[in-house]
């Protein structure tokens, strides 16, 4: 067999939830994760898929109809909360990195007789990007802001996002965004929607309006504990890799 790259075009991140659900249940691979997040248990996961949301202000987050017996994946309150994980370069001790951290304030972890210690690297890519919008136009492919690091291969719980890749065209600030990895559940919500959020503020700030979001990745999945909750959400009663027709 073939991968199976997936295309869906939404009007907001809710409608981009919906699709994602309604199509992993029918395109989907099944497998058994051998290294990750729960171990050992079983993913449903996109072989690629490339999402472009054309009003991701809209409703960026998942609206859960009226009787519908499943958990909200995000709320507002949350995603506010996420914001600040992406705009400040705070992380706790236990933490190898965060995304603001990245995005804000980068360091690089070097060893020294078996020592660690963080070097900085002495740039914001939020606002760098802001600045070459601003002074040097918007002709450029350079504005990109990286997440991911050569040595996140050794990390336990490498970053799943590793690249946004921005644009400026039709007087919009664009995002095109890549996750090795990405819980369709949980994750792509809440992801989506402080990452809409940051759009914003550069799209104001740069002086343009607010744009689209494309987003790719190889590794979009649903842990078998949602299988049921997105049964449900989009009205399916089965999941077509299940019946043999996508097997592991």
């Given at each position: 067999m073939e991968l199976k790259p997936v295309y869906i075009e939404a009007f907001d991140v809710d409608?981009?939830?919906?699709?994602?659900?309604?199509?992993?249940?029918?395109?989907?691979?099944?497998?058994?994760?051998?290294?990750?997040?729960?171990?050992g248990e079983r993913r449903l996961e996109f072989d690629f898929v490339t999402i472009k949301i054309s009003n991701p202000s809209h409703q960026i987050i998942p609206i859960i109809p009226e009787g519908v017996a499943i958990p909200a994946p995000t709320d507002m309150e949350y995603v506010k909360n996420y914001l600040g994980?992406?705009?400040?370069?705070?992380?706790?001790?236990?933490?190898?990195?965060?995304?603001?951290?990245?995005?804000?304030?980068?360091?690089?972890?070097?060893?020294?007789?078996?020592?660690?210690?963080?070097?900085?690297?002495?740039?914001?890519?939020?606002?760098e990007v802001i600045r070459i919008y601003k002074?040097?136009?918007?002709?450029?492919?350079?504005?990109?802001?990286?997440?991911?690091?050569?040595?996140?291969?050794?990390?336990?719980?490498?970053?799943?996002?590793?690249?946004?890749?921005?644009?400026?065209r039709y007087g919009k600030l664009h995002f095109i965004l890549y996750f090795r990895s990405w819980d369709l559940w949980g994750g792509f919500p809440s992801n989506l929607?402080?990452?809409?959020?940051?759009?914003?503020?550069?799209?104001?700030?740069?002086?343009?309006?607010?744009?689209?979001?494309?987003?790719?990745?190889?590794?979009?999945?649903?842990?078998?504990?949602?299988?049921?909750?997105?049964?449900?959400?989009?009205r399916k009663e089965s999941i077509k890799a299940l019946e043999g027709e996508r097997k592991t």
């Open positions: 409608d981009a939830w919906f699709q994602a659900l309604d199509k992993i249940l029918d395109y989907g691979y099944v497998y058994t994760i051998e290294r990750g997040s729960y171990k994980y992406l705009l400040t370069g705070e992380k706790t001790e236990t933490e190898d990195y965060t995304y603001g951290e990245r995005l804000v304030s980068p360091k690089v972890k070097v060893s020294e007789n078996k020592l660690y210690r963080e070097i900085p690297l002495e740039v914001n890519q939020i606002e002074e040097e136009g918007f002709g450029t492919n350079q504005a990109i802001m990286e997440i991911g690091m050569p040595s996140d291969i050794k990390l336990t719980d490498p970053p799943c996002l590793r690249l946004i890749d921005t644009r400026v929607g402080g990452l809409q959020l940051v759009k914003q503020y550069m799209a104001e700030e740069i002086g343009v309006e607010d744009g689209e979001i494309i987003a790719v990745s190889k590794g979009l999945h649903l842990y078998e504990y949602a299988w049921e909750w997105a049964k449900i959400r989009t």
